[in-house]
C-alpha cells in the first residue's frame, strides 16, 4: 500500500520566538531573529512556494533592504527583471521618469510572490529559522496572567501540539488569528476603500512600471517574472459592486480601455483561459503592534490599500525593526518599535488614502502623487541610517523579549488554558 507521508513537527518544545505567517512580514522577521542567533520557528499555512494575492510591485525601501540583506541579486538571478523607468499616465499626458541607479538600489523590482516569498524562506532557513508550512496555528496559550506562552498548532494527520514561546509574532495578515486572540486595538481607521482585479500577459523585455489615472478609475503594468506583465485595473469598492461582480474579465477590460487603449491590447494578449485575481478592497487601519508576550508585523498590523504598491516595503521595513525589538528585549524598545511604526504608518496611510479615495482630478493627482513621494524619500532615508540586526552566536545572556512582566521559567507551569478561552 502506499504510504502517505506526515507534515513534519517542530524540533523543540520551546523557541525564543514563535511567528505566525510566512510570507513576506514573517519570513523576513524568522530570518533576521535567526541571524541574530534566536531560536525561531515561523508557521504558515499555505504550501512552500505558493502564490498569494499581490501587484508584485516594489518601492525603493524594500528593494534597498533586500539590497542589504543580501537578498537583492537572488531574486534578480531568479529572472526577475530591473525596473529603471516609471511612467504615469494622467489621462493622455504621460511623464517619464528614469529611476536613479546606486549600488544598494540598481532599479526597482516586481517579483511574482512564488519567488519572492520563497527566497526570504529560504534565507530564514539557512540562518537556522525553522519553517513549517501546511500547519495552522489554532489558538493561542497564555498564563494565568494573560500573558502569552505560545501556540497550538494542527496539521492533517496529526494530533494539535503545542509549543511555548518568549514572543508569539503575528504575521498572519489582515484576518490576523494573533490581532483576533490578544484583542489588539485598532489605533486609526482609513477613510476609503478600493477595489483591483489583476491578470498577467506576455510584455517585452525592457518595459518599466506603467501607472495609468483617469477620472474615476486607475490602472497599471507592471513587469514581473517569466516575461510577463502584471496588469491591474483599480476602482472604487462602490464601483466594483455594481459592475464587476457580474464577469471580472468584460469589466477589467473596459476599464483598461477607458484608461488607454493600448494597455487593455496588451492584457488581451493573455491566454483566454488565464485567471484573474480579483480583490474588493478593505479600508486601511493601523492595530496595536504588541501586548504582553506578543506583536504584530505586515498587514496583521498596519495595512494601506494597494494602489500605491507600498505594502512589501511596509512589511519588510516592520520586520526589520521588530527584530531589533525582539533583540533588544526590553519594553522600551517595543514601544520605540510602535512609536517609529506608527509615524511612517500615518503618513503612508494619509497620502496612500489621499490617492485610492479617487476624489481627485488629473488636475491634482501629481500633487498626491508627489506627496506620496516625499514621505517614501524621507523613509528610505531613515531606513539608510538605521542599524540592521546583527548576527550574533547566542549567549546566555540573552534576554527573553517583550516586555516580561515576570520570568518565564517562573510561569511555564501555568501554560494551561487557551488565550480566547475556548
Request: charge should be neutral; charged fraction near 20%; hydrophobic fraction near 45%.
Amino acid at each position: 500500500m502506499p504510504t502517505t507521508s506526515l507534515p513534519p513537527i517542530p524540533k523543540r518544545s520551546h523557541y525564543d520566538a514563535v511567528i505566525v505567517g510566512a510570507r513576506c512580514a514573517g519570513a523576513a522577521t524568522a530570518m533576521l531573529l535567526a541571524r541574530a542567533g534566536l531560536n525561531v520557528l515561523a508557521i504558515d499555512r499555505k504550501p512552500y512556494g505558493s502564490d498569494t494575492l499581490s501587484t508584485h510591485a516594489l518601492m525603493r525601501p524594500a528593494v534597498l533592504q533586500l539590497a542589504r540583506w543580501g537578498l537583492l541579486k537572488p531574486l534578480l538571478e531568479a529572472g526577475t527583471p530591473l525596473i529603471e523607468t516609471t511612467t504615469f499616465h494622467y489621462g493622455d499626458e504621460e511623464i517619464v521618469i528614469p529611476l536613479a541607479a546606486g549600488s544598494d538600489l540598481p532599479g526597482l523590482i516586481a517579483p511574482r510572490r512564488t519567488v519572492l516569498d520563497r527566497i526570504l524562506v529560504d534565507a530564514a532557513r539557512k540562518a537556522g529559522a525553522e519553517i513549517l508550512h501546511e500547519m495552522v496555528v489554532g489558538d493561542l496559550i497564555a498564563d494565568t496572567r494573560g500573558r502569552v506562552r505560545g501556540v497550538d498548532i494542527r496539521s492533517a494527520g496529526r494530533a494539535a501540539l503545542r509549543v511555548s514561546a518568549d514572543i508569539v509574532i503575528g504575521a498572519d495578515g489582515i484576518g490576523s488569528l494573533v490581532a483576533k486572540c490578544c484583542d489588539a486595538q485598532v489605533l486609526r481607521h482609513g477613510s476609503v476603500s478600493a477595489a483591483h482585479v489583476y491578470g498577467y500577459a506576455p510584455i517585452e523585455p525592457g518595459a518599466g512600471y506603467h501607472w495609468y489615472f483617469r477620472d474615476g478609475l486607475a490602472g497599471s503594468l507592471i513587469p514581473t517574472n517569466d516575461g510577463q506583465a502584471c496588469i491591474v485595473a483599480s476602482v472604487p469598492t462602490s464601483l466594483f459592486d455594481l459592475h464587476f461582480r457580474v464577469g471580472h474579465a468584460g469589466a477589467r477590460i473596459e476599464v483598461l480601455e477607458a484608461l488607454s487603449p493600448a494597455l487593455a491590447e496588451q492584457a488581451s494578449q493573455a491566454p483566454s483561459d488565464a485567471r484573474l485575481q480579483a480583490f474588493r478592497g478593505v479600508p486601511g487601519y493601523i492595530r496595536q503592534a504588541h501586548g504582553p508576550g506578543w506583536a504584530l508585523v505586515g498587514d496583521a498590523g498596519f495595512f494601506r490599500d494597494p494602489l500605491t504598491a507600498h505594502g512589501i516595503s511596509d512589511a519588510l521595513r516592520d520586520a526589520e525593526s521588530l527584530a531589533l525589538a525582539v533583540l533588544d528585549g526590553r519594553g522600551a524598545a517595543f514601544e520605540a518599535y510602535q512609536r517609529e511604526r506608527d509615524l511612517v504608518a500615518n503618513q503612508i496611510l494619509d497620502t496612500t488614502d489621499a490617492v485610492a479615495g479617487f476624489d481627485w482630478t488629473l488636475n491634482d493627482i501629481g500633487e498626491r502623487h508627489r506627496r506620496f513621494s516625499a514621505v517614501v524619500k524621507s523613509e528610505v532615508q531613515r531606513l539608510a541610517e538605521r542599524e540592521t540586526p546583527r548576527a550574533a552566536r547566542r549567549t546566555s545572556a540573552h534576554r527573553a523579549p517583550a516586555n516580561q512582566d515576570e520570568p518565564l521559567a517562573a510561569t511555564r507551569p501555568n501554560i494551561h488554558r487557551n488565550r480566547i478561552g475556548a
